[in-house]
């Protein structure tokens, strides 16, 4: 027979006090139903644990190290009861972040260092996805949360804008628009346009391809590219031009020109969650994304010109 928690609580109060009548004073429960805990518990470890003498109670050698170990049990206990009382107060535990590359240029990076900050205790497991990926993991429960420009679908999905933000174009730096005092869109009709694939991200394609005809031209995809990193790399190397979200503009990629857009198309990341989610941090996690979408919203970009 194995030991209890309640022998080894019973077991470290006589070894603390060294005598069966105090520490059945101390546990309060009377001495005869203590003394024979000790004795079976003995009984079970194979072993004497304590020298008995008309002082009281000291323990032998295998006490002495039987006493190391049931400390460390009945910590280890505790410890366990205090995590899953955190998990359960969703102070503890995993949350799984979806988002497309877009968002980890725009939302992401703040939205991780505000989350560390406020909940060092709760793991945040991150996976980057391309739209319609985010939206299959979310609905079959691989990932708690998602941030895409996919617009929700689904009446399970709950869901909040975290940033609007306007579409802008990314030329070389020696395109001849790229410094221009007043830049039109409709100067780019002839360029080749490097753009992501519709089937990856329907939404972001059909605003791009809207803001070239509202400017009076369908746009020449030059290329279609599926890494936001390698559209404006592209770019860079004089091989096209580009429309993309303004968060993109962090990116800094030496050799391009950003350019703002008149009467710009705007795109939103979007935080989506299943209303079906159980997990206990999910709410702690949702609150601080409203709290940084209301930051966000009177937030302003500099590294763009007119």
């Known amino acids: 027979m194995k030991p209890t928690l309640n022998q080894l609580m019973s077991f470290c109060t006589v070894a603390e006090v060294g005598n069966i009548g105090r520490a059945a004073e101390k546990l309060n429960i009377s001495q005869p139903p203590l003394s024979r805990q000790i004795a079976q518990l003995e009984r079970d470890v194979g072993a004497k644990l304590f020298t008995r003498n008309a002082k009281g109670m000291k323990l032998t050698f295998a006490g002495e190290q039987f006493l190391k170990d049931a400390y460390a049990v009945l910590r280890m206990m505790q410890q366990a009861c205090s995590n899953v009382q955190a998990v359960s107060e969703g102070q503890m535990g995993l949350i799984k972040l979806g988002a497309t590359m877009y968002a980890s240029y725009s939302v992401v990076p703040q939205l991780v260092m505000k989350h560390r900050m406020n909940y060092p205790s709760i793991d945040l497991q991150f996976q980057e996805m391309i739209p319609t990926g985010l939206n ?53 009709a002839n360029d080749p346009f490097i753009i992501v694939p519709r089937p990856m991200s329907p939404l972001l394609y059909d605003r791009i391809f809207n803001q070239c005809l509202k400017a009076g031209f369908s746009p020449h995809i030059g290329v279609e590219v599926s890494v936001q990193q390698t559209i404006v790399n592209f770019v860079a190397h004089g091989l096209g031009v580009a429309i993309i979200p303004a968060s993109m503009a962090t990116a800094q990629i030496r050799g391009i020109n950003y350019r703002r857009i008149a009467d710009a198309n705007t795109i939103e990341n979007i935080l989506m969650w299943s209303s079906n989610n159980k997990n206990p941090a999910l709410e702690h996690f949702i609150n601080q994304c409203r709290a940084l979408a209301e930051e966000l919203s009177t937030a302003s970009d500099t590294r763009i010109s007119s």
């Open 136 to 188: 299959a993991a979310l609905e079959d429960g691989r990932l708690d949360v998602a941030i895409s420009f996919s617009e929700v679908t689904s009446s399970a999905i709950n869901s909040l804008v975290l940033l609007r933000e306007p579409l802008i174009v990314a030329l070389p730096a020696d395109h001849p628009q790229a410094s221009v005092e007043n830049f039109t869109l409709e100067t780019l």
